[in-house]
């Protein structure tokens, strides 16, 4: 084969079929390789500007943040419809294998994936896309930094009166603290979205903490803003994990395996769209294993991004190691700085001047307290 991918996420699937398209011959390889994608996502639209229609469940009319005071991000957001992201994503091409992958050796004439049952395939390009587990490129040396939430999918009518906004409206944070939380105890933000059913996710949110903060707490909180609107919990709950430090492995891995995650706002999705097609187009247009190997990471893991990672890394240090009540003032002065800065922040994997900029921008509007932890 040209190229095995392992892992069978929207990561894996979007990089298998652009593959599949450029011409290669490909295998994806996961325990159930065409499992339905049960978590919500979401991105910036502008991250990825062809995606379809039915890709798309909901495209909320107003995004806002409030942190001590509310903030409209005139930027849009929507969230996948998770059939219809796959059925854009998959091509006919791809042949899928059930299994899990075991090991990987690499050499200049390509790689042998060895998978549990101990069937070997060779092939010019291994790419890990096992997301945190990282099956291919090893894990991280230490436990990483998480963002944790514990959600519910409500009746639109009911997540207004949580809210407090109407129907169609996202917010991305909102740093005012539930009913039970303390002034000492680590901040929390409500995030809530439309998911064009006529319902909508509310999650409590730990943006970011080593470890992780407990589902007990996040779970307690939402339930104090619930029975503050005087709502009963309903079932189903959605659980969210995400590790924030993963570091970008020197070895080729895509997705969360290869460091996609946002430090700042554990996305990692509309990165991994929008990349696929340049990481499948490097492996085809190269002239042997080692070459296809070589610049397929220097998409994904070029100089630049190298860097800009860095300084998201040393951003989440910064914010883990505020005083909780200085964590909504922090947020204050990020959604005050213009636009631009703030899309380089959120979305500008390469762009080292944009993100420089708005970690200045940052510095600038801080009061001392603060910018002594950012020095």
Not at 10 to 24: F, N
Request: aromatic share 6%; net charge positive; charged share 20%.
């Amino acid at each position: 084969m040209d190229t095995v991918i392992a892992g069978a996420g929207p990561a894996g699937w979007a990089l298998a079929g652009a593959c599949a398209r450029a011409g290669l011959r490909t295998v994806l390889i996961d325990p159930a390789p065409r499992r339905p994608w049960t978590p919500t996502y979401g991105l910036w639209r502008d991250e990825v500007p062809g995606l379809p229609d039915p890709a798309v469940a909901a495209a909320p009319h107003t995004v806002l943040v409030t942190a001590l005071t509310t903030h409209a991000i005139d930027r849009e957001y929507v969230v996948l419809d998770n059939a219809g992201l796959r059925a854009w994503l998959a091509d006919r091409g791809v042949e899928t294998i059930t299994g899990r992958v075991t090991e990987v050796v690499r050499g200049a004439r390509g790689a042998t994936v060895t998978l549990g049952d101990g069937r070997r395939l060779a092939c010019a390009v291994a790419v890990d896309a096992t997301g945190a587990r990282r099956a291919l490129s090893g894990g991280p040396a230490r436990r990483p930094a998480e963002q944790t939430a514990f959600g519910l999918a409500l009746p639109e009518d009911l997540a207004e009166r949580v809210t407090g906004h109407s129907p169609g409206t996202a917010v991305f944070m909102d740093w005012r603290p539930a009913p039970d939380q303390g002034d000492e105890e680590t901040p929390t933000f409500l995030y809530s979205l439309p998911l064009g059913d006529g319902r909508t996710l509310v999650e409590e949110t730990c943006l970011a903490r080593e470890p992780g903060l407990a589902q007990s707490i996040l779970s307690t909180r939402l339930r104090s803003r619930l029975a503050a609107a005087g709502i009963a919990e309903p079932p189903d709950p959605e659980r969210v994990r995400i590790p924030l430090e993963l570091p970008i492995p020197r070895t080729l891995a895509f997705g969360v395996a290869g460091g996609f995650v946002h430090p700042a706002t554990g996305y990692s999705v509309g990165t991994s769209l929008r990349l696929a097609g340049p990481v499948a187009q490097a492996i085809a247009t190269a002239g042997n294993p080692a070459a296809a190997d070589r610049a397929a990471r220097q998409v994904v893991a070029s100089a630049r991004a190298r860097r800009v990672h860095a300084l998201r890394k040393f951003g989440l240090r910064v914010l883990t190691g505020l005083p909780p009540a200085q964590v909504p003032e922090f947020f204050e002065m990020f959604f005050e700085l213009d636009p631009a800065s703030q899309r380089a922040y959120l979305s500008g994997r390469e762009d080292l001047a944009g993100m420089s900029t708005a970690m200045l921008g940052l510095f600038r509007r801080a009061p001392w307290r603060i910018r002594a932890r950012m020095v």
